[in-house]
C-alpha cells in the first residue's frame, strides 16, 4: 500500500462532526499492523466515494481517536459498472477472485453455489470475503468497500442481475460466442462458473434469463484464472484499465 494508511467507518459526518473512533478490526489493522502513533496522518473512508484526511489524536488499547481536517471525492472509484458473478471455489481461491475483482474494478460481486460446485459457503467464509474485499479496496486506493453477496443456486444469482445492459455468461464447452466482449456496455453482469462449470440445463436458464454466453478461448482455464481473465478484458473494454 502507498502513502498514508487508509481505514473504513460505518459512517462519517464530516463537516458536523470532525472528531471520530476506530474501533474493533479496522483499530487491531492500524495499531498492530500498521502501527500507527499520534499524530499520523490517515484516510478515513466512509464507502460514499469519498477520502477524509485526519490526524491520530490518541491511540488506546481498544481504540484510537482522530480529528478530520478536510475531505474530497475520491478519483479511483470505475466509471463502469461491473457486476462479478462467481461460482464458490474450492480453498481459498474465491477469496483470491474477490481480491482482484476489487483491483480490476469491480462495483458488485456475487458468490453462488450451481450443479457441479464441490465448495460450500458459510456465514464465516462469507464474512472472510467481506474482510477480504475491504483490504483490497485499501490496498488498491480506492474509496468505496466492494459489497460480497451470496446466491444458493445459479437461478438466484441470475436473478440479481436483472436490469444490467450487458449479461455475459462465460461456459467452457460453447465453442463460439454468441457476441463478442467488446461491445459490452456498463451496467455489466458477469457470470463464471465453478470448477465443475455448467450444465447444458444452466447454460439454457442463462439465455432465458437474458444472458449472452461466450468462449474464453479453445484452452480450458482454471476456474479462478477465467473469472480475473474475463474480469480484465471487460475492464478494458468498457475503459477501466486504460
Known amino acids: 500500500m502507498s502513502g498514508r494508511c487508509r481505514f473504513f467507518l460505518d459512517t462519517i459526518a464530516y463537516p458536523d462532526v470532525t472528531e471520530v473512533t476506530l474501533t474493533g478490526d479496522e483499530f487491531s489493522h492500524a495499531a498492530t499492523v500498521q502501527r500507527v502513533r499520534e499524530g ?20 488506546g ?4 481517536d482522530a480529528h478530520i481536517i478536510s475531505a474530497c471525492v475520491s478519483d479511483k472509484e470505475p466509471r463502469a ?3 462479478l458473478l462467481c461460482g464458490e471455489l474450492k480453498g481459498d481461491k474465491t477469496e483470491l477472485v474477490v481480491q482482484k475483482a476489487v483491483e480490476l474494478g469491480a462495483s458488485r460481486i456475487g458468490i453462488f453455489s450451481s450443479e457441479y460446485c464441490s465448495a460450500y459457503m458459510n456465514a464465516n467464509k462469507l464474512e472472510r470475503l467481506n474482510k477480504v474485499a475491504r483490504e483490497a ?11 460480497v453477496e451470496y446466491y444458493p443456486s ?14 455475459i455468461f462465460a461456459c467452457e464447452f460453447v465453442s463460439e460466442s454468441d457476441k463478442g466482449l467488446d461491445v459490452v456496455q456498463s451496467p455489466c453482469a458477469l457470470v463464471v ?50
Open 40 to 59: 499520523t496522518e490517515i484516510v478515513l473512508l466512509d464507502g460514499t466515494g469519498k477520502e477524509y484526511s485526519a490526524i491520530v489524536t490518541s491511540v
Open 61 to 64: 488499547k481498544r481504540s484510537l
Open 81 to 83: 459498472d461491473i457486476y
Open 137 to 147: 479496496a485499501k490496498q488498491c486506493l480506492r474509496a468505496k468497500s466492494v459489497p
Open 154 to 167: 445459479l437461478q438466484v444469482a441470475l436473478a440479481s442481475a436483472g436490469g444490467y445492459e450487458s449479461k
Open 193 to 242: 462458473g465453478s470448477e465443475g462449470g455448467f450444465s447444458e440445463a444452466e447454460l439454457a436458464c442463462a439465455r432465458e434469463a437474458g444472458f449472452t454466453a461466450v468462449t474464453l478461448g479453445k484452452r480450458i482455464l482454471r476456474a479462478e484464472t477465467a473469472a480475473i481473465a474475463l474480469m480484465s478484458v471487460v475492464a478494458y473494454n468498457l475503459g477501466e484499465l486504460r
